[in-house]
Every structure is written in C-alpha cells, then in structure tokens.
C-alpha cells in the first residue's frame, strides 16, 4: 500500500536537513569515506533527501554499528536516520510499539521496560537503531528461541527508489528483501515491532565453564533449549588441550519472586539501570593488543569465572551489552581500527568449525574474547545471515601482518562448508563467494533491479560485492 506521497509532491522542505561532507566510517573504523551526510527529520525531509541524492546514490544510516562499510557511500550521500527518532505508540496491553526507524533500541528500553515490556531481539549493544536492526536483520542470544529480529516485525514504512512509501508487511517480497537487506531496498521510516512481555529488569543467569571446543559444543547441544538467551565466549587464543575453552552465560528474564523482598530491586523490578564507565581512551599503546597481553586478559577471565554457577542476578545491561558501558571502546584498537570476523556453519559441519578455531588459535590473532552462539531456525530475509548452526564472532586488529590473506583463507573454509560470513560485520569479503553464502542472492538482485533501477541506493558495501 502507498500512502501517495512521491518526490515530485515534496517542495524544498530539505532546505532545513543537515548535508555536510563528512568522513564516514563503520564500528571497526577500517575504510573510511567521505559523503555527504544528510540527517532527515520529517518523512518530507526524508523523500526530499532521496529525490536530491545526485548521480552516486544515497544510504540510510543508524547510529553506525554495522562494523564494515554497509552504512557509507563513497562520493555519495549518506541518510543520517536518527532524527526520525519519535515513539509514535505504545499497546501497553496488546505489546506493539510503533516507533521511527531512528529511535534505538536503548530509548525503547528506557520507554518500555517500566510499563513491563523488553524488545523482541537485542544485539550485543542496545545502541543500534530500529531501522539498522531491520536492515542487518540482526540476532540475539535469543536467536535459538526467537529468530531474528525481522520476525517481530508487524510491518514497517519504506521510502523507495521512485518517493513512493510503502507499507510492507511479513510475508511479502519486499519483506524478505528488506529484512537483512542492508538498506538496498529503500529507507526504513518507521516500524511496528512486537514486544516481549518481562516483570522484571533483571537477568537470572546460569554461567559455567567448558574446557575445551568438544565440550562447549556437547554442553550447548544438550542443554541450550532450557534457556532463552545463550552465548559463550571463547578464548581464541588457548591452545592444545585447552582449544576452544569458553564460559557460558545463559538465562532468561528474572521472575518477579526472584527478587529479595525489601530490596530496591523488589520496591523498583522494572527500573532500567545501565551502569556507565568512564569513556574508553582514544591510543593505547600497540603493545597492550599484543598477543601477550590478551592471552593474559584472556587466561585471567577464564580462570575468574566460576566453575558452575546458577541463578545469579544480573542487570540487563551487563548481561546483554558489556561494552556499552565503555563509551567509544572501539577507539582502543587506535588509528588502524579493528576488523569483526563473523561465520556461520550448519549443523552437521562441526569439523569445518573445528579447522577454523584451530586455525585461529595457531595463527595466533590476538583476539579478546570471542563469542560462539548455536542459531535455531533461518530466517525468511533473503538476505538474512543466521541459518541453523554454528555462529562465531572475533575481532582483530586491522593491522595485523598479513591478515587479508588469512581472512580470505577462512572464507574459502567458510563458502565450502556452505555457511556465510555477516554482512554487517564485513568489510572485506570477496564478491565471487558471495552468491555460494547467499543462494537467494540472485532474487534480491532481481527486485532491486526492478524496483530501483538506477541504483539510487547504493553503499560502499553494495559496490564492492556487486549487490
Ligand atoms: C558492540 C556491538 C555488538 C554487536 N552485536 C551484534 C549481535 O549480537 N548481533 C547482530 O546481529 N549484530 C550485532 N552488531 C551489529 C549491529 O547490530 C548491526 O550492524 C546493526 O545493523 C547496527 O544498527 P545501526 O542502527 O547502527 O545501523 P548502521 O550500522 O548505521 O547501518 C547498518 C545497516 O542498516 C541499514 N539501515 C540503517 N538504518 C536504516 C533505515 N532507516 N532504513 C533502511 N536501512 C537502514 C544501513 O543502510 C546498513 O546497511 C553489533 C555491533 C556492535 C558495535
């Protein structure tokens, strides 16, 4: 359905946006570019911006989590969305909230949680926009339960190529192709998500360690349907017996009777309280990346955490977005930025995951802890990355001797056990492998050339993978 507002009906209400050449770059600060960056208050704004956007095409952008270049536009215009960023209405009884695709995730928590109600899906920061998670079609530790967050999607509002915006709705086409189509298909508006009903703002949390690869796996295979949330980290640098030694944290939503009668938890369970540290500096010495100096992090981590431990209270914040509480920690990988690696493999192809963990460890990257996660169902986005399996997410820094070669090797092992890298984390894949990861990749070529023929949306990402 359109709502029959075109571009040709808007007047020059973009007067009022924001349009400076500005440098642009994704989380992982790798590959910067400039565009012209125009930040969009109004729908009018918006379709008045998409119309002006000249020959090099435009993209939305969030608040700039994707970790690769998805969200930038070299020579080209940027969508700033985050001024779309009003909370239209809230079904307090039925759980909906319809919202701008610019209001993040951390400003839902903050308006939902009092009136008892947790977004569907949450990533590993809550400051991700509405419209981003859309676009990433991005996963939880919920994931093996709940999907991806698209399927919580009731419907949402796109801009497209021609100034047309749509009402689109699961199940069809323009769905699937927008649901982890990374902005390719037009600008997300506003979305009406469905939410997740809690009585509390705490986490009861189950944490134990594995001792090796083998056993993380055997112990998420048997026991990861009892929990909503699941995820281990995995220390990628041990090796020998010890490859692949994780901690598991999994749990659910704190019942209201888990709270201590007469504490302030008890008095206030539906508080939002995310703790803040001081902001992250912006050099670190080389040297404190090093092999050495993570190893060690990572050897005093493994041995902290306890053996087995159950039922422990934690605050949504540390158990769902750790380094949101270290304002621009990203800064600490310095000038050279850091690259995420993130792969999925099918059940079934547990040796490929093997040889890549072994791999990693003895190329000895010197990677913080990464986290290994068992996805359920895929998800219907033709671009979207969970499918059944075995998810692992690591990062690096982009200045590592050699690490180009080493990545492609990886996404060889990857292509070959027919898995798929993450869009939203990349910023190096090559294009050849793409159409193997993705197999619905020639639909979404297909509806895009129709619906957008010129290539007004286009990313960094976009060119280089010929999407
Ligand atoms: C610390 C950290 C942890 C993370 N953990 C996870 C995780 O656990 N799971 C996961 O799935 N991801 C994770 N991510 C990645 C992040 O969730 C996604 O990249 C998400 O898309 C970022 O949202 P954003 O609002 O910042 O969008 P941006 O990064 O600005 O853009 C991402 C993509 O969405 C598109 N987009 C943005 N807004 C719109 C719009 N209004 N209309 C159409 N398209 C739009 C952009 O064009 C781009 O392709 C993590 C990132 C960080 C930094």
Redesign the pocket.
């Known amino acids: 359905m359109s709502t029959g507002m075109s571009a040709d009906a808007v007047t020059d209400k973009v007067a009022d946006t924001v349009a400076d050449t500005v440098s642009v770059t994704?989380?992982g600060r790798t590959a910067p570019t400039a565009a012209r960056l125009v930040r969009p208050r109004t729908y009018e704004e918006a379709v008045a911006a998409v119309r002006e956007c000249g020959a090099r095409g435009g993209?939305?952008?969030?608040?700039?989590?994707?970790?690769g270049d998805?969200?930038q536009n070299a020579g080209g215009a940027v969508f700033d969305?985050t001024g779309?960023d009003r909370v239209h209405a809230i079904d307090a009884d039925g759980g909906t909230v319809l919202c701008g695709?610019?209001v993040?995730l951390h400003r839902l928590m903050e308006v939902l949680l009092p009136l008892g109600w947790f977004v569907p899906v949450t990533?590993?920061?809550r400051?991700?926009?509405v419209?981003?998670?859309?676009?990433?079609d991005?996963?939880?530790?919920n994931h093996h339960v709940s999907g991806?967050f698209a399927r919580h999607v009731l419907s949402f509002e796109l801009l497209t190529a021609d100034g047309e915006i749509r009402t689109v709705r699961p199940g069809t086409p323009l769905f699937d192709a927008?649901a982890g189509g990374?902005?390719?298909t037009?600008?997300?508006?506003t979305a009406t998500v469905r939410l997740e009903p809690v009585e509390t703002s705490l986490m009861s949390v189950d944490t134990e360690r594995a001792t090796d690869l083998d056993d993380l796996m055997a112990r998420l295979t048997a026991t990861d349907h009892r929990y909503r949330y699941s995820v281990a980290w995995i220390d990628l640098l041990a090796r020998g017996t010890s490859m692949g030694r994780s901690v598991l944290t999994r749990g659910d939503h704190a019942p209201l009777e888990a709270l201590a009668e007469g504490t302030r938890a008890r008095r206030a369970p539906l508080e939002f309280r995310p703790g803040r540290l001081p902001a992250a500096p912006s050099f670190v010495p080389e040297g404190l990346l090093g092999r050495t100096t993570v190893g060690l992090f990572n050897e005093l981590w493994y041995r902290k955490a306890p053996r087995a431990r159950t039922g422990e209270l934690q605050r949504m914040s540390t158990f769902f977005h750790p380094?949101?509480g270290v304002p621009h920690w990203?800064r600490v990988y310095g000038r050279g930025g850091f690259v995420q690696y993130q792969f999925v493999v099918g059940h079934g192809r547990e040796e490929a995951l093997g040889r890549i963990v072994h791999r990693i460890s003895q190329r000895r990257c010197p990677s913080f802890l990464a986290v290994l996660k068992r996805f359920g169902e895929g998800d219907p986005g033709w671009l979207s990355?969970p499918m059944p399996g075995w998810t692992l997410?690591l990062d690096i820094p982009a200045n590592l001797p050699g690490l180009g070669g080493f990545l492609d090797e990886l996404d060889e092992e990857v292509a070959a056990a027919e898995g798929r890298v993450?869009l939203?984390?990349d910023s190096r894949l090559r294009p050849e492998l793409l159409a193997s990861m993705y197999p619905r990749l020639g639909e979404f070529r297909a509806l895009r050339a129709e619906l957008d023929p010129r290539s007004v949306f286009t990313?960094d990402?976009s060119r280089r993978l010929g999407l």
């Open positions: 994704g989380w993209i939305a952008r969030g608040l700039g989590r994707a970790y998805a969200a969305m779309l695709a610019g993040s990533p590993g920061t400051y991700v926009t419209g981003g998670a859309i676009g990433a991005i996963h939880g530790k991806s927008t990374m902005g390719l037009g600008v997300i508006l380094l949101d990203n990355f997410a993450y939203a984390k990313s990402l």
